[in-house]
């Protein structure tokens, strides 16, 4: 055993170190983002303890949740739908967990869509003997309009997020929201100030803020394992040859007036022609998202958030990319959003976030949160906590392995579920998915702008490192917006 120093100043340490461990374990499971339960959803089935009175109707422990889901396209389908009403490919159950969750309705604008969520449901309803017939619907108001429903499924493309949510909020649905939040920094806030007003619960679509390790990371972090925070990296990299999301495939069925109202569909969006490859593959377009940085890098923002135990505000943020492969690959007018993609974020505490993003080469970063006193490693289900070496003495090497649940979308649904019942905040709560929105946002604009942008949490305010206020980009802002 190594023969430890007893000088005045690491006994401070000590005491300093006890404290934290004293109050800040109990503080931790409460704070924004970190949530205890996240193990027992998955080694547990559907939890039978009393709930206590939510928001609203009151749901006890026993009984089902009924859903609807708007927008039932790939995700929409097959990992929100699917999911809760637990039927997979070729009948299959899709997971082990019990959710006791009825799909009542769902919502798409195109009819194939429709069609094929109807049957989903219907054969669902039919094997389960339920008499209540299941509906789908064209206007997602229909759906709203059904007082049987408890929660709803947001799957559509990004621009429609705020206005659905907002929505159905006001008719007192709970909402899972697919991930990134929403189109544009502001309408983040519209959601937030809804649910907020609301107190109806919200859940982030991004199945790793239920992943355990960053809720371990978050106990150890708010315990003072590893000291002041300091870097935090992550990276979300792909390498697709022939374009990223140039995989989706462009049905046939797909005819403007007949099976698609596309004018709804463009909602917000400036009027343009019908095009099937905007449809199909909207990523890919800035007038409907922001590419990897909210597909992808959304992925990675939000566990890092989760796992400080305390997540913030960005301070300032800087973002450069480019597409300079696939321009010379496919073409310039393949798409409009980068390909290679870096973002440094700066927190008032003084933590650090590196992120970067690729769909032109496979090799990332390590996870990876740097401390002043120690450094945690991430790795599948593994936190490993290496103390920094001038600080040896004082912080105790811990290996933690093989901690639930790892990446599970029915996890992180059973989650929301779980926080409608209980009156319990969810993973990827309101506060969680804000603040990783206004990142997401921030960085676009950074990019696009040529700007490093400062954010002031008061006032929902963007300024240059000058002082010079920047408005916000939203719909109609830049050309492609």
């Not at 093989?402 to 409608?420: K, L, M, R, W, Y």
């Not at 010079?468 to 939203?474: C, V």
Request: aromatic share 8%; net charge negative.
């Amino acid at each position: 055993m190594k023969k430890k120093s007893k000088n005045t100043s690491r006994t401070r340490k000590e005491s300093r170190r006890e404290f934290l461990k004293k109050g800040a374990l109990g503080a931790a499971a409460v704070m924004a983002g970190c949530s205890p339960k996240v193990a027992e959803q998955v080694a547990e089935t559907q939890t039978t303890k009393p709930a206590a009175p939510a928001t609203g109707a009151v749901l006890g422990a026993n009984d089902q949740i009924i859903t609807g889901f708007i927008g039932v396209g790939g995700q929409g389908f097959n990992s929100h739908l699917r999911n809760v009403i637990n039927v997979g490919r070729e009948g299959r159950p899709a997971h082990k967990l019990q959710l006791n969750a009825i799909g009542a309705a769902a919502c798409d604008l195109y009819s194939v869509r429709r069609d094929r969520a109807y049957e989903a449901l219907e054969g669902a309803r039919a094997a389960a003997g339920r008499s209540a017939p299941v509906t789908v619907h064209e206007d997602y108001r229909e759906l709203l309009d059904n007082p049987d429903i408890d929660a709803i499924f947001i799957g559509t493309v990004d621009h429609w997020h705020t206005k659905i949510a907002v929505d159905a909020l006001d008719a007192g649905k709970h909402v899972y929201c697919e991930k990134p939040m929403t189109r544009y920094m502001m309408e983040g806030f519209e959601i937030y100030d809804k649910v907020m007003e609301t107190k109806k619960k919200f859940q982030i679509g991004s199945q790793y803020c239920s992943e355990g390790k960053w809720h371990k990371a978050a106990e150890m972090i708010q315990a003072g394992q590893i000291g002041p925070l300091v870097l935090a990296q992550d990276s979300y990299m792909r390498n697709s040859p022939d374009g990223e999301w140039n995989y989706y495939q462009i049905e046939p069925e797909l005819e403007p007036g007949k099976t698609i109202n596309w004018k709804e569909w463009l909602g917000p969006v400036s009027a343009r022609e019908f095009n099937a490859e905007h449809y199909h593959r909207w990523r890919k377009y800035y007038p409907y998202c922001a590419g990897i940085l909210g597909d992808l890098l959304a992925h990675r923002i939000h566990p890092l958030l989760i796992a400080t135990g305390a997540p913030e505000f960005p301070k300032r943020v800087c973002s450069i990319g480019n597409k300079v492969i696939m321009d010379s690959n496919v073409g310039a007018e393949d798409r409009d959003v980068t390909e290679n993609t870096q973002l440094l974020v700066e927190f008032p505490s003084g933590l650090c976030m590196l992120i970067t993003g690729s769909s032109v080469n496979e090799q990332g970063l390590p996870q990876v949160i740097r401390g002043h006193e120690g450094t945690l490693y991430f790795s599948g289900g593994r936190v490993e906590l290496r103390p920094e070496r001038p600080f040896a003495d004082l912080v105790d090497a811990e290996l933690h392995e093989n901690i639930e649940p790892g990446v599970s979308i029915p996890a992180h649904i059973q989650d929301f579920f779980t926080a409608i019942r209980d009156d319990t905040d969810t993973n990827g709560n309101i506060d969680v998915a804000v603040k990783c929105q206004t990142i997401i946002s921030m960085s676009e604009m950074s990019e696009r702008l040529g700007e490093m942008l400062y954010f002031d949490e008061k006032t929902r305010t963007l300024s240059t490192g000058s002082s010079k206020k920047i408005e916000p980009i939203t719909y109609g802002t830049l050309d492609l917006s």
